[in-house]
């Protein structure tokens, strides 16, 4: 609890996780201050194209934010239909009743996410420091400083187009082994990346794959293309404090591992730290009684996904797309159920961290996460 209401209490970390965070403080009638060690909000994400996840709570996630008191005043795109492909090139449409996901820019331009955030946040007054690396924060700080480590990376390029919005996603291990492939295009902008799970250094190999295939299958063009990388950092930890600060977003290891939705664990994070030094509460109670089951099903959900190989793939992608309303599908596979719950300790042991694997052993190494280091 904080022993003076007016104590400041600062944020490492302007993501999602960091600004949710201040500005529930700042809501409460905290000082807030947050450092970023970055010039602007979002700039390891450039102008990614992202999708907000709508499918792991009944309610709308947008409805969510506002009920939390954080702004949706950033540009989005519902997405309910969209097409799968497996690994032979075969479509399998699907589709939801309402969006799966929205369709959200993130970076520093006006109408991201990152800036929507910032606004919100600078309106109600709190101080973001930028080019602000911090080390250390004395209490009460909460630390938010995103991956520290590639448990996957997503790789490819962010480009301009002229192709009709729309998502596509393969999954195929030749072209994103353990994960899948996706093409993102909004308004004359697109992101088009392979989502690896292991032999990251062969991502230019998949990367180029991922390219090529998505020509062939839906057309694919590309005007002005910039790489664009980055990393994913998946873990269910024990305790996320490091000493009373409390830890939130992907550098508490709170993601999606299934797919690396990551986002809305962020955001769900940042409130709960948020709200447990304003109260004096528990935070590691608080997150493991609102994020910990989540959490163990992906992990779940990912063993499951690595065990499918290439006609495992196929059955699974035809399965979905046979769903009248795939939003309730991922709905049911996302929480907790009590098979997935006796299968835990078994999916843990299949799926570890990939922090000591040798694909990126972070010495002499070429691979998206020590060549993009600088700006991760
Ligand atoms: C290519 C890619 C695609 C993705 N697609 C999706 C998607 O479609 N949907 C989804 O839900 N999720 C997606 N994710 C995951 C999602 O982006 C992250 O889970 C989310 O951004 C995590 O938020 P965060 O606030 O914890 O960390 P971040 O967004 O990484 O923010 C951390 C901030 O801390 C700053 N920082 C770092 N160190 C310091 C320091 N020492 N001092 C001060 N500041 C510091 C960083 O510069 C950064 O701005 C994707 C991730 C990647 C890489």
């Not at 022993?3 to 490492?12: N, R, V």
């Not at 709508?54 to 934010?65: A, F, H, M, P």
């Amino acid at each position: 609890m904080l022993t003076q209401s007016h104590d400041t209490i600062q944020i490492a970390g302007a993501g999602p996780a960091g600004l949710v965070a201040a500005i529930t403080l700042v809501r409460a009638g905290q000082k807030v201050i947050v450092h970023e060690a970055k010039p602007n909000v979002g700039w390891r994400f450039k102008r990614d194209l992202q999708g907000l996840e709508n499918w792991t709570t009944k309610q709308d996630v947008l409805q969510e934010l506002e009920d939390l008191g954080i702004t949706t005043d950033f540009d989005y795109l519902p997405c309910k239909q969209g097409m799968t492909y497996d690994g032979t090139g075969q479509e399998y449409p699907i589709r939801s009743k309402i969006p799966i996901f929205y369709l959200v820019e993130r970076g520093p331009n006006a109408g991201s996410l990152d800036n929507a955030l910032l606004v919100q946040a600078q309106q109600l007054g709190v101080e973001v420091r930028f080019n602000s690396c911090v080390r250390q924060l004395p209490y009460p700080a909460i630390l938010a400083t995103g991956p520290k480590a590639a448990d996957a990376i997503a790789v490819g390029y962010h480009f301009e187009t002229d192709m009709e919005d729309g998502y596509w996603v393969i999954c195929d291990d030749e072209l994103a082994p353990g994960g899948y492939a996706y093409l993102l295009i909004w308004n004359g902008k697109g992101t088009v990346k392979t989502c690896m799970f292991t032999n990251f250094k062969h991502e230019q190999h998949y990367v180029q794959r991922t390219v090529i295939t998505f020509q062939k299958l839906v057309g694919l063009e590309m005007k002005n293309p910039v790489e664009h990388g980055g990393v994913g950092n998946f873990y269910v930890p024990t305790h996320v404090y490091s000493g009373n600060r409390p830890i939130i977003g992907e550098q508490a290891g709170f993601q999606d591992t299934l797919w690396g939705f990551g986002m809305r664990y962020a955001i769900n994070s940042g409130v709960l730290a948020a709200r447990s030094i304003l109260d004096g509460t528990d935070y590691d109670a608080m997150w493991q009684a609102e994020l910990k089951d989540r959490l163990k099903t992906s992990i779940v959900n990912r063993a499951f996904y690595s065990l499918l190989g290439h006609y495992g793939l196929k059955w699974f992608i035809k399965y979905v797309a046979k769903q009248s309303d795939v939003r309730q599908f991922l709905y049911r596979q996302y929480n907790p159920m009590f098979l997935k719950t006796l299968l835990y300790p078994l999916a843990k042991l299949r799926v570890k961290s990939l922090r000591n694997d040798l694909a990126c052993s972070h010495l002499d190494c070429e691979c998206v996460w020590c060549r993009m280091g600088a700006d991760r």
